[in-house]
Structure formats: structure tokens, C-alpha cells
């Protein structure tokens, strides 16, 4: 009986052998476990898998037949015998089995008692068929059986006010298996539910406001100010409707700005509350007039100098952690804590010089390690590594960065002539940077403030791809487990070489293909006969006065780069 009545807390070896299987089954389903502790006995047996579980239903059914008493069952039978005497004398089989069930319609199972006594028959064998039967034939007609319907579609709906309307309220409720309070309720809706989707269930409030002129309002300052890429907070929105409440004459009394005023409001208008995903560099206020001036000045020089593909080139500094912990994991749903292990070193960091030419090569990376001296150890081939207090990009190790990397790219020896394409950072701005690059017969080119977003090609199109590789060998070492501790057990870091092998992986990992495209996105290799050009990279129409040289087409990228 226990087995019936709590079968998930039973030891599996107590039961009978042709259970033990599906009863393990069952336990370790976690659904099963939360529909027992939601549904009745007899409803939790009834919905069980027919395939799943065939012999822990048959086992309930037997459960189900047996008698709460003696007298429920006598008395059964004796409606059989009073029903079959000698003034009903053609009563036939079919005839009793009506009886039978009408008077078993009128006896409520006693589970707390089922479980005490017992005393078999196969009445409840009848009564779990008779109800999975009603069930199949209720979903047919509508949704008839109350206890597992608890929302109603229109169609039902207008099903039931049909009935009402041709013959009452309680016989409706009664042939439908509902309230007579329902069918008065759908009755007064009954407009409603004629221009109402047929499927729908019920009505979630008004589809516009009461103050629509204000909701328009609200809604154009929500979408203006994401435009610019400012954040709006629920806070935000209830102060401005306050405000515009009152050039509109609002009464207070009448429109209070709540929090649920704003939050059907942004039901009603498609807004809800999102998580950023990228944080956007803000373009300077003349964004326009600095793409065009720097656009300008390096068609110019490209038309002067005729630099081939293999001569135009972008750098920029990078920083890699140590630590590159994803912040995104498979997790069980619901826990409240998502621990992600790390070793801690989450603020150690190297700078990384990538370079890349508009050929689609790409040229050794250069590393700034954050301590006095280089390490002793050897360092993996194809990538230069120096040393710094601070692990910064200063001065001397640009011009370093000159020598030992821009200098001996393909005819670098030979020193054709190049373009250089920097960011405004003060270590490329420098005169002996400077000198350096004119005295290997280049021309240096500085990304106009607040620009890197749109003209630096690294930032466009390599440092994602980059990180993200970088990420991934990161990942697999941390999964790897061959890992060595320090003396308080903790990981310790990646060392410096396996981190400068992870560079040079994730760098060669880097697409060709794509730092070609990422040159012509910023309008730098773009094809000099307009063919690769938009038509706001045209060049203005030159002086009247026929001269090379004009005061007016001077750029900032000159003011920069002139000694």
C-alpha cells in the first residue's frame, strides 16, 4: 500500500521484481516527482506514460479497485439486485452496467482510507476507463472536464453563450462543465468576444492607453535619446512622463506615473529593459568633416607615391590577461550562484603590437612584458618580446617596434617607400618616432581622435577574432587539468612562453582575407579609379586658380604628422 501511495519514497529492492525497473525510472525523473506532489493519486496514476510505466499503472489500477469498506461493496450489488426483481424482469446486461456506474458516480474514493483497507473488485478499472474515455470525448467537443481545464478559448466560450442564450445559464454550465458564474460573465463580454482571435484566451488590458498623446510622447524622447546611445531607466521614463503630464494639463490625481503605468506602457509600445551588450566609442561632433579630411589626405598621398599594397600598413597596441575567463557558461537553470574557476590573475596583463599591410600580411607581434628584464627562457620563433616597468608602449620601444618589425617587412631593407597608419596615441606622436619612420622613407598617417572605430583596421575587423582565439586556447587549458599549483593550492598562471604561443596561434588563426576587406572598409587600399569608392570619399573639385597646393584642403592627419 505504501508502494501505491508514496511510491517515490520506497526502496526500489522492496518492491515486486516486475516493478523495481519502472519504479527506478520514475524516482530519478524529476517531472514525475513534481506532478506527484501536485496532482491527486487517481490524476497522477491516470496521466503516468502507457509506455514508460505500463506495469506501474497496471499495478494502481488493482490499487484503485479495492474497496475503502465492506459496505460500499455490499451496498454496490445490492443496486443490482434491487434494480433485476419481478416487476423489472427485462432488464438487460447493458441495463445493469448503467446502474452500476450511475451508483458508483454518486461514491467518492476515500484515498486515506484506501490505503488502510482493502478489499478487491474491479469497479475502479471501470471508473479510471470511463474517465480516460470522458477525457478523449470532452477534448473533442470542447473543454468539458473543469479540474484539468482552467482557461477557456473564445470558441469554447461562444459555445457556452449559444447554449445560455437558447435555453438558460445553469443548464449551459451544466452540459459544458463550468460556473454558472462564468457563463454570466461571458455572456456580458459577449461583444467583445465576437471581434475577439478565436484562440485567445483572455483579454490582457487595453491595447492603448488612456492618455495616448502622452504615451507618443514618451515613447519618440525614449527613441531619440537610444538613438544617441544614452541609457533609460524606468526611473528616467516616469520623470518625463510627470513633466509632459503637465504641459498637457493631466490632472495629478488622474495620471500618477507609476511603476505599472510604466510598465504597461512599455507592454504596449514593444520596450522592455535589455542588457547591454557592447559598450560604443562616441564618435566626436564632427565625425563627418574628420572622415572626409582623412579620407582626402591619404588618396592624396597614395596618388602622389603610389604605394603598393604590400607598403600600407596599420598597427596598434592590444592588451592579453593572463586570465581569460569566459563570462558566459552552461549552467543548471535556477542556481543562484554561477562560479566560473580562474587563477586569479585577472589584472596581469601583457601589450601586444600587431601589425598588419593592406596586402593581407601579416608581420611578427611584438610583446611588452610588465617587469624589469626579459625572461631567461626561450621564447617561441615569430615573435619579438621586451620588457617594461609599467608593461606600457612608450617611446623607445616604438621606435624599437621601427626597427626590429616595420624595418624588415618585405622591402623594408631596401627601404620603399610606406605608409604607416597609427592612432593618436601619444607614444606615436613623438619626434624621434617620427624621425624614425621619415628616415625609412615613410609617411606617417594618425587616426584623427575618437576615429579608431571607423579607420583602424585592427580595431574593425583582427582585435575580436584575435581575443577570441586567444579565449579559446585559454579555455582549453584551463579544461586540460594539468595544471601547477602554488603553495596554497591555487593555479598557477599560463608562463610567459606558453602565453606568447597562445599569441602567435591566435594570431595566425587570423584571416587574410579578411584584413583585406578590413583596409577597404576604411577607405584606405580602396582602388584609386573610384570603382571601390562611395561617392562621399570624391575628391572637391580643385582651386580655380589651377595650383597643386590649396590652404583650404588641409587635413588634420597633416597637422599631425608635419614636424
Request: hydrophobic share 35%.
Amino acid at each position: 500500500m505504501l508502494l501505491f501511495s508514496s511510491p517515490f519514497s520506497v526502496d526500489p529492492d522492496d518492491a515486486p521484481p516486475q516493478l523495481q525497473l519502472e519504479l527506478i525510472e520514475l524516482q530519478c525523473d524529476d517531472e514525475w516527482r513534481s506532478k506527484h506532489q501536485q496532482l491527486s493519486l487517481v490524476e497522477f496514476y491516470r496521466q503516468l506514460d502507457k509506455v514508460r510505466f505500463p506495469e506501474m499503472r497496471t499495478f494502481a489500477k488493482k490499487m484503485l479497485s479495492l474497496f475503502s469498506s465492506t459496505y460500499l461493496c455490499e451496498q454496490t450489488f445490492s443496486v443490482m439486485n434491487l434494480n433485476k426483481n419481478r416487476l423489472r424482469s427485462k432488464l438487460s446486461d447493458s441495463h445493469l452496467l448503467f446502474g452500476f456506474l450511475i451508483n458508483l458516480k454518486l461514491n467518492v474514493l476515500n484515498l486515506s482510507l484506501l490505503t488502510v483497507k482493502s478489499q478487491k473488485h474491479t469497479y475502479a478499472l471501470v471508473l479510471m476507463k470511463r474517465s480516460d474515455n470522458l477525457e478523449k470525448s470532452g477534448s473533442k467537443i470542447g473543454q468539458v472536464n473543469r479540474q484539468l481545464r482552467r482557461s477557456y478559448d473564445v470558441n469554447f466560450k461562444m459555445m457556452v453563450i449559444n447554449e445560455a442564450e437558447s435555453s438558460n445559464n445553469c443548464k449551459a454550465a451544466v452540459k459544458y462543465g463550468v460556473t454558472e458564474c462564468n457563463v454570466r460573465r461571458w455572456r456580458a463580454q459577449k461583444d467583445h468576444l465576437k471581434n475577439a482571435h478565436s484562440q485567445r484566451k483572455a483579454f490582457r488590458g487595453p491595447q492603448s492607453g488612456r492618455f495616448q498623446e502622452l504615451d507618443r510622447r514618451v515613447c519618440a524622447y525614449v527613441d531619440e535619446k537610444r538613438k544617441d546611445g544614452m541609457p533609460i531607466s524606468r526611473a528616467v521614463i516616469q520623470l518625463k512622463a510627470v513633466e509632459i503630464a503637465k504641459e498637457l494639463n493631466i490632472p495629478t490625481a488622474d495620471f500618477k506615473a507609476s511603476l505599472g503605468w510604466c510598465k504597461r506602457m512599455m507592454r504596449r509600445n514593444g520596450l522592455t529593459l535589455r542588457r547591454r551588450t557592447s559598450l560604443a566609442q562616441r564618435l566626436p561632433s564632427d565625425f563627418g568633416e574628420k572622415l572626409l579630411s582623412f579620407q582626402r589626405y591619404v588618396i592624396n598621398l597614395r596618388k602622389k607615391h603610389s604605394y603598393p599594397l604590400d607598403q600600407i600598413g596599420n598597427a596598434d597596441q592590444t592588451s592579453v590577461f593572463f586570465d581569460m575567463p569566459t563570462p558566459v557558461t552552461v549552467h543548471k537553470k535556477g542556481e543562484k550562484s554561477v562560479i566560473i574557476k580562474s587563477t586569479g590573475n585577472e589584472k596581469s596583463r601583457v601589450t601586444v603590437m600587431l601589425a598588419c599591410l593592406a596586402d593581407g600580411t601579416k608581420l611578427p607581434p611584438y610583446v611588452v612584458l610588465k617587469r624589469k628584464t626579459v625572461p631567461k627562457e626561450a621564447m617561441p620563433a615569430g615573435i619579438i618580446v621586451r620588457a617594461q616597468e609599467k608593461g606600457w608602449m612608450e617611446t623607445e620601444l616604438v621606435v624599437d617596434w621601427l626597427k626590429v618589425v616595420w624595418g624588415r617587412r618585405r622591402g623594408g631593407l631596401r627601404k620603399k617607400r610606406n605608409m604607416l597608419i597609427l592612432d593618436a596615441f601619444r607614444g606615436h606622436l613623438s619626434d624621434p618616432v617620427k624621425k624614425q619612420v621619415k628616415a625609412m622613407n615613410g609617411d606617417l598617417v594618425i587616426i584623427p581622435g575618437g576615429m579608431t572605430s571607423q579607420l583602424q583596421v585592427l580595431d574593425v575587423v583582427v582585435n575580436k577574432p584575435f581575443k577570441d582565439n586567444l579565449r579559446k586556447k585559454y579555455t582549453e587549458w584551463l579544461l586540460s587539468g594539468d595544471h601547477a599549483l602554488t603553495p596554497t593550492g591555487e593555479i598557477q598562471k599560463p608562463s610567459v612562453r606558453l602565453l606568447c604561443e597562445w599569441i602567435l596561434h591566435a594570431w595566425d588563426a587570423v584571416s587574410p582575407k579578411s584584413i583585406i576587406h578590413g583596409f577597404k572598409k576604411c577607405c584606405i587600399s580602396n582602388a584609386l579609379d573610384g570603382s571601390e569608392d562611395d561617392v562621399l570619399w570624391e575628391e572637391p573639385a580643385e582651386p580655380e586658380d589651377g595650383s597643386e597646393d590649396s590652404d583650404t584642403d588641409h587635413s588634420e592627419a597633416e597637422d599631425v604628422c608635419e614636424e
